[in-house]
């Protein structure tokens, strides 16, 4: 089976408009969200598109127009808790874009609980940006919905740099909510003065992402190109990349912690390794170094999950006797495993079996299970791991001896 990913490109900002624009000009059918939008809101605004040549790349901008503004502000539900009954209640969506939606609008109105410090039910939306809201966010889960796409990918996110008038006077880039909102997501280096991400783009890479990556991998399928109102030095474009093929279910990222220590013992760091694999370390192991003023030292090394890190980079520091760690994120490629049973003279073996492209290359016994056996058989364990080898390759590869 293929793997489906959307790559979104915001290395030069993103905002709820740019992102939809973009997704239209990837090929979602602009028919199809406008249909499903006026199921959701109960107020009149047409949506459209228009081709625009920014700064030599032609893209997609997103037009947005409500019929009748003092109609509008009778009919909007701008506070956080009316959003959300509006779309629990409504059945023109399907279960994921709505759960999509609800994740988005909780994000969005999260930040603005923590900023103004009021309880999250109470949270109102400014009147405009509330709007503009529900037709960004629920037409973009809308959007990306329609794809199905096995992975959602972004890039690290810029956010610009100067001062922006909000509802509640001069602020510094980024406004308060967004910059709530993007805590633990990965800033991009880039900058420009100007907003380069709003609070609904924020919400919406934040929620949404199962990854953030500035890179991508895979075949391209499509690419689509959407862009805002704001003018730069830089395109201000947002791209949309539709990959096949990408990176195969056994390669994933794993985080691996380093430190360096010359002053634990022996028993602290049998204990401490203990300890990391029982909290669910994938790996740990030491190695053998000298450091500064000729000190024999030990380095370690922890291999966890990426949404991991932060926890083990705390038990690292708590349990051990670094002031630092270093860390970066590696690729892993892993073969599929297959755990089974032979038997040798009545009594079963535990092996692993070892599969690349579905096809069998390696079998090893399981060390308890060879442990166990030399025990039964009176013998000692490396002539009976070599017995189990022999009977493994006669099972799995035919191979005599």
């Known amino acids: 089976m293929k793997n489906k990913a959307l790559y979104i490109d915001c290395s030069y900002g993103i905002a709820g408009d740019m992102l939809l624009s973009s997704l239209i000009d990837l090929g979602v059918d602009i028919k199809q969200i406008v249909k499903q939008l006026n199921h959701v809101v109960n107020f009149n605004f047409k949506l459209s598109t228009q081709t625009v040549n920014q700064q030599g790349i032609n893209c997609k901008r997103l037009i947005l127009d ?10 909007m539900h701008n506070h956080y808790m009316h959003i959300k009954d509006m ?9 994921n874009t709505k759960d999509m939606c609800l994740r988005v609008f909780k994000t969005l109105a999260a930040a603005e609980s923590t900023i103004h410090g009021i309880p999250i039910d109470e949270v109102a939306f400014h009147e405009v940006g509330a709007t503009d809201s529900i037709i960004d966010i629920v037409g973009n889960c809308i959007a990306i919905d329609s794809l199905n796409v096995d992975a959602i990918i972004f890039s690290s996110v810029p956010i610009g740099y100067g001062k922006i008038n909000i509802q509640h006077g001069l602020y510094p880039i980024p406004a308060p909510a967004t910059l709530e909102i993007l805590k633990d997501v990965p800033i991009s280096d880039f900058s420009a003065k100007g907003e380069l991400t709003t609070p609904t783009g924020a919400a919406i890479a934040k929620t949404l992402a199962t990854d953030f990556a500035n890179s991508f991998s895979g075949t391209v399928h ?3 190109y959407g862009c805002g109102t704001k003018s730069f030095a830089h395109p201000n474009i947002l791209r949309t990349i539709f990959l096949n093929d990408t990176n195969d279910k056994n390669t994933e990222k794993k985080t691996i912690l380093v430190c360096q220590v010359d ?6 760091l049998g204990f401490f390794m ?3 694999l029982e909290k669910g370390a994938l790996d740990i192991y030491y190695t053998p170094i000298y450091m500064k003023k000729n000190r024999p030292a030990i380095q370690i090394s922890l291999i966890c999950d990426v949404k991991e890190t932060k926890r ?5 520091l708590k349990n051990t006797s670094t002031f630092g760690i270093r860390k970066h994120v590696s690729e892993r490629k892993i073969i599929d495993r297959k755990h089974e049973t ?3 003279k009545g009594e079963k073996l535990q092996v692993k079996c070892g599969f690349l492209d579905n096809k069998l290359i390696k079998v090893t016994p399981e060390y308890e299970s060879v442990k166990k056996l030399a025990n039964i058989f009176h013998i000692d364990f490396m002539k009976m791991y070599r017995k189990s080898m022999t009977e493994i390759n006669k099972f799995y590869f035919n191979q005599q001896e």
């Open 66 to 75: 409500f019929d009748n503004n003092d109609q509008l502000k009778g009919h």
């Open 274 to 276: 203990e300890k990391a």
């Open 342 to 344: 032979i038997e040798i």
């Open 222 to 224: 499509k690419v689509g």
């Open 87 to 95: 779309i629990i209640k409504n059945d023109a969506l399907n279960k």
């Open 263 to 268: 002053d634990m013992t022996g028993e602290e």
């Open 312 to 316: 083990f980079e705390a038990f690292m």
